[in-house]
């Protein structure tokens, strides 16, 4: 008795069955076309993705100008320790649609141990100095050595003079930044992460210099690869010797 009670009812597995496959029916496509923009948002959020590291010395405002360009926020207080791996925003640039992935440190500038695997795969470096801190600007010199030993030779660099808006406790002189930024061939710019003024700008220079060397590498390859024989083109060659019986090259 107790078996033909757990024995399921044949029409109610054919209910189940069709009910299941109406749900199917309607909530298939929808899936599809979920998935569909889904990958197409994956496929076209962005043209060309460029990851840019931030050096210099700790307390020059590094993080701060991370926040304010990518979330348009300032602190005030020091917050070295809590460091987010990295940030990004996605912006235009000629036309192309550029997520800028901008890396921080999580603090340990402080103790020089900056691994290469900070600097691998980055095509842009933001080199900060704090204009009231003297010391932090004779130390550019150290973080340049130290990006030409991790960096790709390639790399676009601009160094910036962080905390203009502190002008009236200047111990850097935007001339001698200058100076140095020429002989360094670096682009230079003033920033305040505090009020805004030159952040934009400095990543946007980046950006664009970024993206003028690699669409200049897209051409030459588009170049290169046009002038190499396509498919149904023939290569004449010239006839090898035959021997007697017509085989070729035969000794
Ligand atoms: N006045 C002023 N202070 C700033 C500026 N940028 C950062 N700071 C301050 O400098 C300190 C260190 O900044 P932080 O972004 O943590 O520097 P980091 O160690 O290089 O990441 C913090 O107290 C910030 O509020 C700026 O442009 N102007
Ligand atoms: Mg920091």
């Known amino acids: 008795m107790g078996s033909k009670e757990e024995k399921t009812d044949p029409t109610f597995v054919a209910v189940a069955y069709g ?7 309607f909530s298939f496509p929808k899936f599809l076309v979920q998935t569909e923009g889904m990958a197409y948002k994956v496929d076209h959020e962005y043209d060309y993705l460029f990851k840019i590291v931030l050096i210099g010395d700790s307390g020059v405002g590094k993080s701060n100008i991370l926040s304010r360009f990518t979330r348009n926020e300032f602190c005030l207080e020091s917050k ?23 890396w921080d440190t999580a603090g340990q500038e402080r ?12 095509v842009g470096a933001l080199l900060v100095y ?14 340049l050595r130290e990006l030409r030993e991790h960096a790709d030779s390639n790399i676009v660099l601009m160094l910036a003079g962080n905390k203009s808006d502190l002008n009236h406790l200047r111990a850097v002189s935007e001339t001698d930044a200058q100076q140095l930024a020429e002989k360094e061939e670096l682009a230079f710019l003033e920033t305040s992460a505090l009020d805004a003024n030159n952040v934009e700008k400095a990543f946007q220079t980046i950006l664009l210099d970024i993206y003028h060397i690699v669409s200049k590498k897209a051409l030459a ?23 007697s019986k017509g085989n070729c090259c035969s000794n």
């Open 19 to 25: 009910f299941l496959l109406v749900i199917n029916f």
């Open 80 to 102: 070295s320790t809590i460091g987010v791996e990295f940030a990004t925003r996605t912006l235009q640039v000629e036309g192309k649609t550029v997520k800028a992935q901008i």
């Open 111 to 122: 103790y020089r141990a900056i691994t290469s695997a900070y600097y691998r795969g980055a």
């Open 130 to 143: 704090d204009i009231t801190k003297k010391q932090s600007f004779d130390n550019v010199l150290r973080w």
């Open 221 to 243: 390859a588009q170049e290169a690869a046009a002038s190499i024989p396509t498919k149904g083109t023939t290569i004449k060659v010239e006839n090898g010797v035959k021997d």
